[in-house]
């Protein structure tokens, strides 16, 4: 069944042509709420979320908020990210929601609910999930996804330096995609898997996640995203260290739509909105000048 809405990654390649591939993160931390002159508490994280999609509608692609920083605050929290979600998506921002959920497949169901079903009050376009229960246990929610016209975004190879110590060990993954069976890095098994689910569906919904950082040694990220046919979201830009040019040497071969991701360097030029815009401006003129492709990769 597909989605009068269109599937996800259609969706994003058409934003992301129009106003360039940055995702800015919604990420209200306690220095950045003080900075934008906001208490610390659910009626903070409230007003800052609206003011951000406020300024940012119309201007770029996507936001990504951060769950973990609305959560904090308790119910309070979660209505105020509710609130943001609902700004964003009567604006035209795609959301994706930075919850990086991962469970056995009866409790993915109610996890997937909450993030993808049209009735859900927290439903965004897209939710990233954590892949270490094995990605078949994700697909709950990639099939809900697929139906709602909604994406997910899979973990593969994350932008934090203690990552390489799981996702870079080799695995044997023949379940996850028995069309290529053999020894491979976990994070290329994760990859792979997402592959598989996507042409079983005829549909992008599984994207995954690989950090900008991996651009940061010089090299690029090291996996095989020919045969993924859906997006890649890229955090780690600013805060993190990774620049522009070391997307270029991660992400140059082609591949996409890739979908970089930047949350305190950006909001740390607000709170005033034509600041904020201009910050975006610069980095998604730096993106765009890097060629990262727009549509989905190798579908
Ligand atoms: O590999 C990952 C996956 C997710 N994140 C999230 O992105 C933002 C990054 O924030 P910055 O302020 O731009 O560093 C944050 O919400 C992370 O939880 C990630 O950084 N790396």
Known sequence: MTSARGAFVDRLTAVVTRHGPLCVGI???????????????????????????????GHVAVIKPQVALF?????????ALERV?????????LTIADAKRGDIGSTMTAYARAWLADTSPLAADAVTLSPYLGVGSLTPALDLAAQTGRGVFVLARTSNP???????????????????????????????ACAAANRARGTGVA?????????TTGQAHGLDLTRLGAAVLVPGLGAQGATPDDLARAFGDGTGPVVPSSSREILSAGPDPEAL???????????????????????
């Open 71 to 79: 959560e904090v605050h308790g119910s309070g929290g979660v209505r």
């Open 207 to 215: 994207g995954v996640v690989v950090g900008a950082t991996a651009g």
């Open 27 to 57: 990420d209200p931390h306690p220095g950045l709420l003080a900075r934008w002159g906001h208490e610390d508490d659910a009626a903070g994280v409230e007003r800052f979320g609206r003011e951000a999609v406020a300024a940012l509608a």
């Open 162 to 192: 203690e990552a390489p110590a799981v996702q870079s060990a080799q695995s044997w993954t023949p379940l996850s995609d028995p069309t290529t069976p053999g020894m491979r890095e976990v994070a290329q098994g994760v990859v792979d």
């Open 277 to 299: 815009r201009d910050a975006c401006r610069a980095l998604n003129g730096a993106l765009g000048d890097l060629g990262l492709p727009a549509g989905p990769i190798g579908a």
């Open 85 to 93: 979600l609902a700004d964003a998506r009567d604006a035209g921002l």
